[in-house]
């Protein structure tokens, strides 16, 4: 049996011309929101990209295959058929594609694809990381270990604020990679534009941001960074009402006794439905803004491979 990764024309052409690439994520498509929401998500967020001038390059894996640059026929037949569509992190990528399964990319998997394409930027919402209670359950998410070796730069809204977001900086150090907030000293936590922790550094520019990024793989330093991109001003909510509403799910969480990758799904599931849908609108929101400041950065990157002497 023969796997391999198949990247599409389009990205593949982006690539060889020196022009900036984004790769996206498929979690968000089957897992991350309701259908049509996660179709309507998913199309706008190539949009964004377009609109900047870079290449969205959604990732995802169908009846077995990675496909780096699904089609739009592929974005809809998994946001169609998201119940049997695999959540992938890197540990899922040998049992999905073995046995010609579909599945939806996580950020460590999308991580994974995207540096064997040649992509060095991805935007997402937010990472995953060290859970709440992790002392005793160990629930540490594989993003963080993939960001400490994969040379992929990632644009997030920091953390989910379902998560510890102290502990997961800590890992972060550990693993040695740089958490760089895009105009901002605190790190986000998603819905929120800020938490009560600081990231390594305050970046105001794109060029910065991209002399950091370069400056880190021309000296052979390998891994990813983060790149703390807080949720638009008029989607924030405070910071106490949403930990209100985490503190309620994590509950039921408990008493439902639900372990694993089903956490996240079902604490933003139910984040949605207190909220009323706010949390859905702030999701889309600040992904969006993600997806543009992802692709101003790969346009920068990109610049800067082309002048190289």
């Not at 990205?11 to 179709?39: C, F, Q, R, W």
């Not at 695999?86 to 599945?103: A, E, F, M």
């Not at 984040?271 to 920068?300: C, F, M, T, W, Y």
Request: net charge negative; hydrophobic share 40%; with cysteine.
């Amino acid at each position: 049996m023969s796997v391999e990764i198949e990247v599409s024309a389009r990205v593949k052409e982006a690539l060889a011309d020196g022009k900036g690439v984004v790769a996206l994520e498929s979690t968000i498509i089957s897992h991350g929101m309701p259908y049509p929401k996660n179709l309507e998500t998913a199309l706008a967020l190539e949009e964004e990209v377009l609109k900047k001038g870079a290449v969205p390059a959604t990732i995802g894996i169908l009846q077995g295959k990675p496909i780096v640059g699904l089609s739009e026929e592929g974005i809809h037949h998994l946001a169609q058929h998201a119940k049997g569509v695999q959540k992938t992190s890197r540990r899922d990528i040998p049992l999905v594609c073995g046995l010609g399964k579909n599945g939806a990319t996580t950020v460590s998997s999308t991580m994974f694809f995207a540096q064997k394409a040649g992509i060095k930027v991805f935007a997402t919402g937010g990472i995953g990381g060290v859970h709440r209670g992790a002392s005793k359950s160990f629930d540490i998410s594989a993003d963080l270990t993939e960001l400490g070796k994969t040379n992929v730069a990632v644009v997030c809204s920091g953390v989910k604020s379902i998560l510890d977001i102290g502990l997961t900086l800590e890992y972060l150090e550990t693993q040695g990679v740089p958490v760089l907030g895009f105009k901002t000293e605190k790190m986000p936590a998603f819905y929120t534009r800020e938490s009560s922790f600081f990231c390594d550094a305050k970046i105001e520019s794109i060029e910065d941001l991209s002399d950091i990024v370069s400056a880190k793989w021309k000296l052979g330093i390998e891994g990813g960074l983060v790149v703390a991109n807080p949720v638009p001003a008029e989607y924030s909510y405070p910071a106490g009402e949403i930990e209100d509403i985490i503190k309620t799910a994590i509950l039921e969480l408990e008493r439902f006794n639900i372990t694993g990758k089903d956490i996240t799904p079902f604490l933003l599931e139910k984040i949605q439905s207190v909220s009323g849908g706010k949390s859905l609108e702030s999701n889309i929101e600040l992904v969006k803004d993600n997806a543009r400041v992802a692709a101003d950065l790969a346009n920068s990157l990109a610049k800067k491979l082309r002048e190289k002497p």
